[in-house]
């Protein structure tokens, strides 16, 4: 049973928008970090943005400003708005989630999480 699934990822067009969820399966993720990470063809996984319980969102220098992050505890459910794509954001995206919420850990550290998805493809054309 995957821990994680993820949805909303897709083709959109430059300037466009996402929407991307991560729905827990088989658990809940009241307590937990839950982060999203992006990998690239080619390229190593890099971290995207996290959110602890209560708030307290942190993101990449690369994508302030054009990413949202938020969670849904009642529906065990993280989000990942993206907007004004560019075709350089093409990507699986990954959510995480780190049940023992190690806040004072390095949070765009792959190792900080014990739970993944498969991943959703986000496609931008230019």
């Known amino acids: 049973q995957v821990p994680l699934v993820e949805s909303g990822g897709g083709l959109v067009q430059a300037g466009g928008s996402l929407r991307l969820s991560c729905v827990a399966s088989?658990?809940?993720?009241?307590?937990?970090?839950m982060a999203w990470f992006r990998q690239a063809p080619g390229k190593e996984r890099e971290f995207v943005a996290a959110?602890?319980?209560?708030?307290?969102?942190v993101f990449a220098d690369s994508v302030k400003g054009r990413v949202t992050i938020s969670r849904d505890d009642a529906k065990n459910t993280a989000y990942l708005a993206l907007v004004n794509l560019n075709p350089e954001v093409k990507a699986v995206y990954y959510c995480?989630?780190?049940?023992?919420?190690?806040?004072?850990?390095?949070?765009?550290?792959?190792?900080?999480?014990?739970?993944w998805g498969q991943g959703t493809q986000v496609t931008v054309s230019s």
């Open positions: 959110i602890p319980r209560g708030g307290g969102a």
């Open positions: 088989g658990r809940t993720f009241v307590g937990d970090i």
């Open positions: 995480a989630a780190d049940p023992s919420s190690r806040i004072a850990y390095d949070l765009t550290d792959t190792r900080v999480y014990d739970y």
